[in-house]
């Protein structure tokens, strides 16, 4: 086994649709000729047709990413429906086996939306980069049918959870310390807007991508299953998102570090 010291560590946070992101991701970058694994510090859902080694089993985790290009590591138990994250000396070393991890760093019960607990998210003390991901169907739907928590994220935003989310709600918590970035701590961060192809104004989501030019902030909507157009008021025209976004955020995940 041959060992990287230069793997890129990503750590993905924020509402549902990361574990799908994250297989996404390592399917491209794995055809791309990089070796993946991917992981998680919290729980995944488990998928028994992906390429899958218990995390201490480093030789059988190699010989599958030299089959596949890309594998699970993590724990899990006969018959349960959710994998479990390394503990930190096995989790510490498993960039030394590949040229990229992806760790799924946060819980939010498949809800497109949340802000962090206290204990969350739990980002690895190595990792380069985090992507935040919400999910845009929160939208005009109300607090307490879209979000984990929706004491919290009510809270957070000052609204009762019976009140619609709208996109000033979705950008505050990308841009707070408190929500999207919160344990980013000077490392590169994106936030991932999945779900584009839900709003019934796309010109929310060019808001949003608007208000992160602004704040500096790399902010990227789209969707993991459909193409979706975007209006955009500087040119006047459509803009169209590429059918399948995640080779989109490989790149810009790419543009933002150095080579792996």
Not at 57 to 64: H, K, N, T, V, W
């Amino acid at each position: 086994m041959k060992k990287n010291e230069k793997a890129l560590t990503v750590a993905f946070t924020g509402g549902g649709g990361k574990t799908s992101l994250i297989l996404g991701l390592a399917e491209i970058f794995s055809g791309q000729g990089k070796r993946v694994i991917v992981t998680t510090t919290t729980h995944m859902a488990w998928e028994p047709e992906r390429p899958f080694a218990e995390a201490e089993d480093i030789p059988g985790a190699y010989r599958l990413i030299e089959q596949y290009g890309y594998v699970i590591a993590a724990h899990h138990k006969a018959g349960q429906p959710k994998i479990s994250g390394p503990e930190k000396e096995i989790l510490e070393k498993l960039p030394g086996f590949c040229d990229l991890l992806l760790v799924e760093a946060d819980g939010s019960r498949r809800r497109p939306l949340k802000v962090p607990a206290v204990h969350e998210p739990v980002i690895p003390s190595f990792a380069d980069m985090v992507v935040g991901v919400i999910g845009l169907d929160c939208i005009g739907k109300k607090i307490c049918d879209t979000s984990h928590r929706p004491d919290d994220v009510a809270g957070f935003l000052g609204k009762c959870t019976d009140e619609p989310v709208t996109w000033m709600d979705v950008w505050k918590i990308i841009r707070s310390e408190a929500g999207l970035q919160k344990g980013v701590d000077g490392r590169r961060f994106l936030a991932y807007l999945n779900k584009a192809d839900t709003l019934e104004d796309p010109g929310m989501a060019e808001k949003l991508m608007a208000q992160g030019q602004e704040a500096g902030i790399m902010v990227i909507c789209g969707s993991l299953q459909r193409s979706v157009n975007i209006w955009n008021r500087k040119k006047k025209e459509m803009s169209h998102i590429r059918i399948n976004s995640r080779e989109y955020l490989s790149s810009c995940m790419l543009k933002m570090t150095l080579s792996i």
